[in-house]
DNA sequence: GTCTATAGTTGGATAGAC
DNA sequence: GTCTATCCAACTATAGAC
């Protein structure tokens, strides 16, 4: 997040906090500067469109986020760096709940202008998992499976992730941590032998 | 899906493919009627309001998948219910591709008319999954895990599901099925004693 | 039951004063 | 750099002919 203007900073909080609650589409831009306390002329000074708005902000907070990943893979690898890239995700999340509810419902979208970032940015976020799964388990690279599994464990925890936080947000985040991984742990399995792909 | 006269299906049809496309907000009822191929008149004269054709077409779809996890569960237990359920919901994500999108972009949103209904059926959905991981793992139900892990395995599926059909879908679906569950089966995590909660 | 035409409102964007 | 006032296009919804 970088640094900037007190219009500038208030335009963007009050249009996430809009956006989480009713979509991006479903988000005006009278209610964003009623919210920030300012006149829509001042968005259009700060913001060429409302589109160049979304996608500054999205950009922003997936730029972040894939940031945070790389840095916290760095150093471990398969089950550590599962348990890491889970715990971080986690935490971008309940650090910027407003942002992830947006981004969730937006990450599946082939209409947007930003479409081409939100496009890499899924991919380079999903590459930190999909690297860890394969030193995990290296056989599912070969038979394409990995790219897969990385969807699965970055879809189970942005899901339980937004049903912690918006359903039961008393649990300590270690809780649901630990819930999210026992769910890849295999004790959900039955103690079997080797299974095929 | 109830049985219905032409017009209706027509719209309902066309509603769901533009929603997949743009969002239901970024849906109007013009591009609605032009893709149905009747006038917009007929629109309202079929259904009340915009807002209530998303509600009844959501809901039909919802009531639908709801009833086929519950209809897969029935006979099994634990770690094969949660086999049938994964390749249920995959099976209903691949058959309804345009309105698992739809969903999956409104199901964290609280400001619709129908939350309602949403709620009661994401509810409903994650009990099956709650059930089936209770049974395989009775401890997940005192720590209050389960809630979080059947969310967990509902997220992942979801997210799987719909990077397969929109970016990979030359794949066979069981290559799917087989990669979700490989996830779960614990072949990611290092063969260890037991693991605490 | 479906159409055309239109009413009424909202929303994105801009002009110009301060 | 921020405000007020306004333009204009797009949208939901309705009226009334057929």
Redesign the interface.
Known sequence: MVRMTGTKRAILDAAIEIAA???I??TTMDDVAERAGVAKGSLYYNFASKDKLFEGLLGEGMAALTEALRGARAGTA??AA?EVLVTTLLGSIAANTALA?VI???I????RAWRETSFAFKHDALAEFETA?VE??PE?SA???A???A??????????G???L?F?EE?PQS??V???L?????????ASPS?E?
């Open positions: 609650e009713r979509g589409s479903g398969g089950w599962i509810k969730a419902g937006d599946f979208r082939t209409d799964i995990a388990l599912a038979t394409g499976a790219t897969l599994m969807s699965s464990v970055f879809g189970a925890t942005l899901m339980a937004l049903q912690w918006l039961d649990r809780e649901v630990a819930a999210i026992l769910t890849f742990s295999g004790r959900l399995a039955p299974r792909l």
